[in-house]
């Protein structure tokens, strides 16, 4: 069964106090490790998706990584507008590619 | 233009009731899944179709009935309803099951709140 764990829970950060998300992992046979953000009332919004060990994506303040076990998404200078539920989700290669979520780590942001 | 749209929004019925939700997507996409969100925010996927072929059914109860008429629109039909049944459904499409690299980036809907009395 695959297994999605992110840490921590919630995360409440002042404007400009960087930080980092953690995604650990155990899949057979990673096909993609995936990064959402959800805002409240709506639905997961796809931010990165990093496909080998060693990758990295970045996007704004956002910056993705990716080991063997785990990825990580580290967050530079956050805005209040940063603040959101960060979700990781992981694709298995096999027949159905299904995709499993974790659940999610809470970012506040004050100013 | 929304690219996944799913009504209604919000949905509150009695216990024993039977509920649909209906998902349509502008995209093209060929791949369509129901996730279901609880209150702890863990989204669970419970159906995926592929071009109107059932390909995911997770281990849901069988009063949840998917049905695919055409590859644009998968709606959730469910029977009886129980107090457990109170989440948030959403729908996503993709390009496809992930055949292609890239190809299985998911886009949602904005949800569908179902509160069970």
């Known amino acids: 069964e695959d297994q999605v764990t992110q840490s921590p829970e919630a995360l409440r950060l002042q404007e400009g106090e960087s930080s980092s998300l953690n995604c650990s992992y155990t899949v057979s046979g990673l096909r993609g490790l995936f990064w959402y953000r959800q805002d409240p009332g709506k639905g997961p919004e796809f931010l990165f998706t990093?496909?080998?060990a060693g990758e990295e994506k970045e996007k704004e303040r956002l910056k993705a990584t990716l080991t063997k076990k785990e990825s990580f998404l580290h967050i530079t200078a956050p805005k209040p507008e940063d603040s959101a539920t960060y979700l990781c989700?992981?694709?298995?290669?096999?027949?159905?590619?299904?995709?499993?979520f974790g659940a999610g780590t809470t970012v506040t942001v004050r100013a | 233009d929304t690219a996944v749209s799913q009504t209604p929004k919000y949905l509150v019925t009695q216990m024993g009731n039977d509920k649909s939700i209906k998902c349509e997507q502008n995209?093209?996409?060929?791949?369509m899944y129901w996730y279901k969100q609880d209150s702890k925010k863990f989204l669970k996927i419970m159906f995926s179709?592929?071009?109107?072929?059932?390909?995911i059914n997770e281990t849901v109860p069988n009063r949840f009935s998917p049905k695919s008429p055409d590859k644009a629109h998968l709606n959730l039909h469910i029977n009886s309803l129980e107090l457990g049944d109170s989440a948030v459904y959403f729908c996503a499409s993709s390009q496809d099951r992930g055949f292609r690299t890239g190809a299985n980036v998911l886009t949602f809907g904005a949800g569908s709140r179902l509160t069970v009395l």
């Open positions: 990093l496909y080998s």
């Open positions: 179709y592929n071009n109107k072929e059932l390909i």
């Open positions: 989700a992981v694709q298995r290669g096999s027949n159905d590619y299904k995709l499993s």
């Open positions: 995209l093209g996409h060929d791949t």
